[in-house]
């Protein structure tokens, strides 16, 4: 089974604080991808990566940035936190274009 | 461009109840469709999944038909029971590109 894993499951930080969430999949995917999840709006991309050190945006990336400096594990930094970042994040991989998207637990993010 | 449509929730059931979430699209091309459910406190999993016009996915007794010419992808289940409890997001990619698209999601409460 493919396993996406998400560093914490709870987190909280105070503005201004520089915020890591980290994902690693462990079946060698190709493609990795950040989601935010807030009611009723869905899940809305930040950002994507289809190969190492490659990043692609998303429709929200404003305040958000990624690394991937390896192929199993994939970045999400937020370089100031600010209290309009208080979401779940979501991380998703998937084996190539047009493949299903395998999802991680999830982080909830509190910025006090 | 893309997006996508669902029903807005939230719906609630009896058990042995008729379930329908309705989702339309729109898209340049033939894209995927998908449903994903999200279980309290968990990640998205794919629940089902169809990838040409006609197609019928289903899974877990939950069924939806890709129409094209409707631009829908409609998920039903003919007895709902309390383990389904959960939100259900549609998704669309597009045949071009790795991009999900999801609804904003449809929760589900199924009561004994």
């Known amino acids: 089974d493919v396993k996406v894993t998400q560093s914490s499951r709870y987190l909280v930080k105070r503005t201004g604080e520089k915020v890591f969430l980290e994902c690693v999949q462990d079946?060698?995917?190709?493609?990795m991808f950040w989601y935010r999840q807030d009611p009723g709006l869905g899940l809305r991309l930040i950002y994507f990566?289809?190969?190492?050190?490659?990043?692609e945006k998303g429709d929200i990336p404003e305040g958000y940035s990624v690394s991937r400096e390896k192929k199993e594990r994939f970045s999400l930094i937020l370089e100031s936190a600010s209290t309009n970042q208080t979401s779940m994040y979501l991380c998703?991989?998937?084996?190539?274009?047009?493949?299903?998207?395998?999802f991680g637990p999830g982080t909830r993010l509190t910025v006090l | 461009g893309n997006s996508v449509t669902q029903m807005e929730g939230p719906v609630t059931l009896s058990e042995e109840a008729f379930l329908t979430i309705n989702c339309t699209y729109t898209a340049t091309g033939y894209p995927s469709l998908f449903w994903y459910v999200q279980y309290p406190g968990e990640g998205l999993q794919l629940l089902l999944k169809?990838?040409?016009?006609?197609d019928k996915g289903s899974n877990k007794g939950f069924e939806a038909t890709y129409r094209k010419e409707t631009t829908s992808f409609h998920l039903e289940k003919g007895s709902v029971q309390v383990s389904d409890s959960a939100v259900y997001f549609c998704?669309?990619?597009?045949?071009?590109?790795?991009?999900?698209?999801f609804g904003t999601g449809t929760s589900l409460t199924v009561i004994p």
């Open positions: 998703a991989s998937s084996f190539s274009d047009r493949a299903e998207q395998f």
């Open positions: 169809a990838t040409k016009a006609d």
């Open positions: 998704a669309l990619e597009p045949n071009t590109g790795n991009q999900f698209y």
């Open positions: 079946m060698d995917h190709e493609n």
């Open positions: 990566s289809y190969d190492v050190k490659m990043k």
